[in-house]
């Protein structure tokens, strides 16, 4: 913490990011960058997925789209500034734009550890109470157990942040992080009783919430774990508990993520590696999570080879169309250049056929999209038979 006279409100403050890795910012740019392409493009990739596949209109996928939501606005809300820093060395936040950021990304890492927990009762439910799993986990009780988990979340981190803005710096506090993490902005502050209050607030809240949905987690799993075993077919016990392996890994990746963190908090460890630890912790959830689920989830496998016959079957049609609709724009080209010779500099200008041109692509970008949809909620067997090269309308049909 720091000594300091300074007692006016504080305006900015310095994020020093690592101070060890001042000389490497261009790697450290293009290594985030591509973590944050990642994570956005995979996340996005199972939202789609479960909205367009009725298949996966299921309330266990209907909490995924929710995780994939806040893991998207999680790394939103410190990677773009940490790119900023690396790239341009924009070091400087402002404090409200500090204490946001603090708020958001706390707030969603509550929200990301709350939801973990709604979906191992919703895998309890399904494996241990599967005859009344249809009428408990209903559409209307999923959208209240998400927004239970969202509201509840979003609260917890409010007095810890306030009081912070509340506590005394210097003019230019230097923050030793890549973002405003609570305990890196208190540790900024001017030494005094409510800073170090604030570093044990912050403590006891993050053990709070880590531990108290821990133990409802593995609660949960003793109990389906004592289900699975009670299942006399070895098939039926393997795929009980092939339906919530992935959210155990998931859970487990989260954990691990969270105990890194506190072993570089409490061991005496250097700032980069503390620092690390708490980068790893912000993106290492949001970028294996859509990989988990991609890769041991059939149902999520089976959606992602529909959804990618649906995408060519789409770029295949949208490109016909375009290359229809720019014939029709070229003749009118032609007519104008043949027909009105005199008034063909002045119709045709620039501006005139740049915007022929995008109403062609705008309007045949359009034209497959009803047909693909509609066709995406047919029923199709698990290993339908396409009698064609590629995905055509007619032969998927």
Same mark, same amino acid.
């Given at each position: 913490m720091?000594?300091?006279?300074?007692?006016?409100p504080?305006?900015?403050?310095?994020?020093?990011?690592?101070?060890?890795?001042?000389?490497?910012?261009?790697?450290l740019?293009?290594?985030?960058?591509?973590f %944050?392409?990642?994570?956005?493009?995979?996340?996005?990739?199972?939202?789609?997925?479960?909205?367009?596949?009725?298949?996966?209109h *299921?309330?266990?996928?209907?909490?995924?789209?929710n995780?994939?939501?806040v893991?998207?606005?999680?790394?939103?809300?410190t990677?773009?500034?940490?790119?900023?820093?690396?790239?341009?060395?924009?070091?400087? !936040?402002?404090?409200?734009?500090?204490?946001?950021?603090?708020?958001?990304?706390?707030?969603?890492?509550?929200?990301?550890?709350?939801?973990?927990?709604?979906?191992?009762?919703?895998? %309890?439910?399904?494996?241990?109470?599967?005859?009344?799993?249809?009428?408990?986990?209903?559409?209307?009780?999923? !959208?209240?157990l998400?927004?239970?988990?969202?509201?509840?979340?979003?609260?917890?981190?409010?007095? $810890?942040?306030?009081? =912070?803005s509340?506590?005394?710096?210097?003019? +230019?506090?230097?923050?030793?992080?890549?973002?405003?993490d609570?305990?890196?902005?208190?540790?900024?502050a001017?030494?005094?009783?409510?800073?170090?209050?604030?570093t044990?607030?912050?403590?006891?809240?993050?053990?709070?919430?880590?531990?108290?949905?821990?133990?409802?987690?593995s609660?949960?799993?003793?109990?389906? !774990?004592?289900?699975?075993?009670?299942?006399?077919?070895?098939?039926?016990?393997s795929?009980?508990?092939?339906?919530?392996?992935?959210?155990?890994?998931?859970?487990?990746?989260?954990?691990?993520?969270?105990?890194?963190?506190?072993? =570089?908090?409490?061991?005496?460890?250097?700032l980069?590696?503390h620092?690390?630890?708490?980068?790893?912790?912000?993106?290492l959830?949001?970028?294996?999570?859509?990989?988990?689920?991609?890769?041991?989830?059939k149902?999520? *496998?089976?959606? +992602?080879k529909?959804?990618?016959?649906?995408?060519?079957?789409?770029?295949?049609?949208?490109l016909?169309?375009?290359e229809?609709?720019?014939?029709?724009?070229?003749?009118?080209?032609?007519?104008?250049?043949?027909?009105?010779?005199?008034h063909?500099?002045?119709?045709?200008?620039?501006?005139?056929?740049?915007?022929?041109a995008?109403?062609?692509?705008?309007?045949?970008?359009?034209?497959?999209?009803?047909?693909?949809?509609?066709?995406s909620?047919?029923g199709?067997?698990?290993?339908?038979?396409?009698?064609?090269?590629?995905?055509?309308?007619?032969?998927? $049909?």
């Open positions: 720091e000594n300091c006279n300074f007692t006016g504080v305006q900015y403050f310095f994020l020093v990011g690592f101070p060890n890795l001042q000389d490497h910012q261009f790697p740019f293009f290594v985030f960058l591509a %944050y392409l990642l994570i956005l493009a995979s996340n996005l990739t199972i939202i789609v997925a479960v909205v367009v596949d009725p298949e996966l *299921k309330p266990m996928y209907f909490f995924l789209t995780l994939s939501i893991d998207i606005l999680l790394t939103t809300t990677i773009p500034k940490m790119l900023a820093m690396f790239l341009i060395d924009s070091r400087l !936040i402002s404090a409200l734009g500090c204490f946001l950021q603090m708020y958001c990304f706390h707030g969603l890492a509550v929200t990301e550890t709350f939801l973990l927990v709604v979906m191992s009762y919703d895998r %309890y439910e399904a494996i241990c109470n599967p005859l009344h799993y249809t009428v408990r986990m209903t559409k209307r009780g999923n !959208i209240q998400a927004a239970s988990a969202w509201v509840s979340a979003l609260l917890v981190p409010i007095p $810890a942040v306030v009081q =912070s509340q506590l005394v710096y210097r003019e +230019m506090p230097r923050v030793y992080h890549c973002f405003c609570h305990l890196a902005v208190v540790q900024a001017c030494q005094n009783s409510s800073a170090i209050f604030q044990f607030l912050g403590f006891t809240i993050a053990m709070t919430v880590s531990f108290v949905p821990l133990l409802l987690v609660v949960s799993y003793i109990y389906i !774990i004592l289900s699975i075993l009670r299942i006399n077919s070895k098939d039926g016990r795929k009980a508990f092939s339906t919530c392996s992935s959210h155990l890994i998931v859970v487990s990746t989260y954990y691990s993520s969270i105990a890194m963190a506190y072993v =570089s908090y409490r061991a005496d460890m250097p980069d590696v620092i690390m630890s708490n980068v790893v912790f912000a993106i959830t949001p970028l294996v999570n859509p990989l988990i689920y991609t890769l041991r989830n149902d999520v *496998k089976s959606a +992602m529909r959804m990618a016959c649906f995408l060519q079957m789409y770029g295949f049609h949208f016909t169309v375009t229809a609709f720019l014939l029709a724009v070229m003749a009118y080209d032609h007519y104008e250049a043949i027909c009105n010779p005199l063909y500099p002045v119709k045709r200008s620039r501006r005139m056929n740049i915007q022929l995008a109403i062609a692509w705008l309007m045949a970008s359009m034209v497959p999209i009803r047909s693909i949809v509609e066709m909620y047919l199709f067997s698990e290993r339908a038979v396409v009698y064609h090269c590629f995905c055509d309308h007619l032969a998927v $049909a």
